[in-house]
């Protein structure tokens, strides 16, 4: 069982930045992948970013690669995404997800994946 919290989320002008963190409980972090989702009102849950156990393999949306990074830290059973330059239309609710790894990578980009949810964190970017 892992449950997620997450944290980090608020009100931010256009161009600012947001740093969400996820924190996880369970003595097995390290064989999950991890993962951001966001839902906007009146849209379906959306991929957001995926890294693999050690770190070392991360996935991006295209809508936010080179704005948006997500990293890890196994011994403090924490996944974060910073979040940069943001724009209007990233205005959502954030949610960590985790799979356990079944295959190589980071590539996990469908919800169905995922077996545990976190309650999410409201991001709102004004113009």
Same mark, same amino acid.
């Given at each position: *069982?892992? *449950?997620?919290?997450?944290?980090?989320?608020?009100?931010?002008?256009?161009?600012?930045?947001?740093?969400?963190?996820?924190?996880?409980?369970?003595?097995?972090?390290?064989?999950?992948?991890?993962?951001?989702?966001? *839902?906007?009102?009146?849209?379906?849950?959306?991929?957001?970013?995926?890294?693999?156990?050690?770190?070392?393999?991360?996935?991006?949306?295209?809508?936010?690669?080179?704005?948006?990074?997500?990293?890890?830290?196994?011994?403090?059973?924490?996944?974060?995404?910073?979040?940069?330059?943001?724009?209007?239309?990233?205005?959502?609710?954030?949610?960590?997800?985790?799979?356990?790894?079944?295959?190589?990578?980071?590539?996990?980009?469908?919800?169905?994946?995922?077996?545990?949810?976190?309650?999410?964190? *409201?991001?709102?970017?004004?113009?």
């Amino acid at each position: *069982q892992v *449950q997620l919290v997450e944290s980090g989320g608020g009100l931010v002008q256009a161009g600012g930045s947001l740093r969400l963190s996820c924190v996880a409980s369970g003595r097995t972090f390290s064989r999950y992948v991890m993962g951001w989702f966001r *839902q906007a009102p009146g849209k379906e849950r959306e991929f957001v970013a995926a890294i693999n156990w050690s770190g070392g393999s991360t996935s991006y949306a295209d809508s936010v690669k080179g704005r948006f990074t997500i990293s890890r830290e196994n011994v403090d059973n924490t996944v974060a995404l910073q979040m940069n330059n943001l724009e209007p239309e990233d205005t959502a609710v954030y949610y960590c997800a985790a799979v356990r790894a079944y295959k190589s990578g980071s590539y996990y980009p469908h919800s169905s994946e995922y077996g545990y949810w976190g309650q999410g964190t *409201q991001v709102t970017v004004s113009s």
